[in-house]
């Protein structure tokens, strides 16, 4: 079974400033993926950034990436230069080996940007 | 390109009523899921298909009904609603590939009286 921890419930940060949101995950399997979505207050869920198991460097897509840290079982993302349409909910999720591709989802931190 | 659509997007029921939640991608994608969303616990997966006329339980699937019959619908149903299923409901739909990338529709909100 996968288990997906995000300790954050809100934080704050500065238009302008980078910001980290932690995610750590428990899995027995050998490969997963590791995903990070975005819900705006509007309410969709928008697709960020991807981090296979074993692909060596970490992801980056725009001023989104991910901090993968294996050995400690994290995934955090980093937005850099934030800006106010940054302000969501944004939730990390897990998909293990042979799991049809269902997804294990915590249970989010919601980011504020301030000016 | 619509992607992948949900309806109705609101929708106020009374208990004991049976309700569908319909889904529609044009993707042709062959994984499709449903999942719930309540405060505190993210979202969690309710039912899954690999394909058409393959369907499977996930979390938290008592109370509902899925079927597929095509590869592009997934209509979720609960036969007699109760106030823990008021909910927002989300479809989702990924193909299989090096990162399986689940994309969602806007979500239904569902309120049960």
């Known amino acids: 079974a996968q288990k997906i921890t995000q300790t954050q419930p809100g934080m704050f940060v500065q238009e302008k400033e980078a910001v980290t949101l932690d995610c750590t995950y428990d899995?027995?399997?050998?490969?997963?993926?590791l995903f990070w979505y975005k819900q705006p207050s509007s309410g969709e869920m928008i697709f960020l950034i991807y981090q296979g198991s074993y692909d060596e460097q970490n992801a980056t897509e725009g001023r989104y990436s991910l901090n993968f840290q294996k050995a400690r079982k994290s995934a955090n993302l980093v937005i850099s230069a934030s800006q106010l349409g940054d302000s969501a909910m944004y939730f990390c999720a897990m998909r293990g080996t042979g799991t049809a591709s269902k997804l294990t989802f915590g249970t989010g931190t919601r980011l504020q940007v301030t000016l | 390109d619509a992607g992948i659509t949900q309806s109705p997007r609101y929708k106020i029921t009374e208990t004991g009523r049976q309700v569908t939640l319909m889904c529609h991608q044009t993707?042709?994608?062959?994984?499709m899921f449903w999942y719930r969303q309540d405060l505190g616990h993210g979202l969690r997966l309710i039912y899954y298909?690999?394909?058409?006329?393959?369907?499977d339980k996930g979390e938290v699937p008592d109370g509902y009904v899925v079927s597929r019959s095509k590869t592009e619908n997934f209509p979720l149903t609960l036969e007699s609603a109760t106030r823990s299923q008021t909910s927002v409901y989300f479809c989702?739909?990924?193909?299989?590939?090096?990162?399986?990338?689940?994309?969602f529709g806007p979500g239904t909100r569902l309120t049960v009286l």
């Open positions: 989702a739909s990924s193909d299989p590939g090096r990162t399986d990338t689940q994309y």
């Open positions: 993707w042709s994608h062959s994984y």
């Open positions: 298909s690999a394909a058409a006329d393959i369907t």
């Open positions: 899995t027995s399997d050998q490969s997963y993926g």
